[in-house]
Nanobody
Framework: QVRLVESGGGSVQPGGSLRLSCDLS????????MGWFRQAPGMEREGVAI???????RYADSVKGRFSISQENNKNTLILQMDNLTPDAPAMYYC??????????????????WGPGTLVNVSS
């Protein structure tokens, strides 16, 4: 049974940092990529950062230079380090797995496995 569990969300002031973590288990080991998507109220879900099975990383333009994605624990933990956060509407951040796409196609596609999400709020 596939299980994705996010943690690390919360409230932070602009310019601050948060570290999101996702514990993954039971997922297909031939999955093409894993990563983070987010959704703010009234907005479409969007890819934030992904890493594919070849180690390629892709980031949304809005977070380049500020966010970093990494894997730990033999790829069973996915980390999103978010620095210099900018004020924005609260958004749910979701850990995802895409079994079919790699690289930019994963960032821009619709993943087929989602965690329940963790809420991130950046405001003063």
């Amino acid at each position: 049974q596939v299980r994705l569990v996010e943690s690390g969300g919360g409230s932070v002031q602009p310019g601050g940092s948060l570290r999101l973590s996702c514990d993954l288990s039971g997922y297909p080991y031939d999955s093409m990529c894993m990563g983070w998507f987010r959704q703010a109220p009234g907005m479409e879900r969007e890819g934030v950062a992904i890493v594919d099975r070849d180690g390629q990383k892709r980031y949304a333009d809005s977070v380049k230079g500020r966010f970093s994605i990494s894997q730990e624990n033999n790829k069973n933990t996915l980390i999103l380090q978010m620095d210099n956060l900018t004020p924005d509407a609260p958004a749910m951040y979701y850990c995802i797995i895409d079994r079919r796409r790699i690289a930019t196609y994963c960032l821009l596609g619709t993943p087929d496995i989602w965690g329940p999400g963790t809420l991130v709020n950046v405001s003063s």
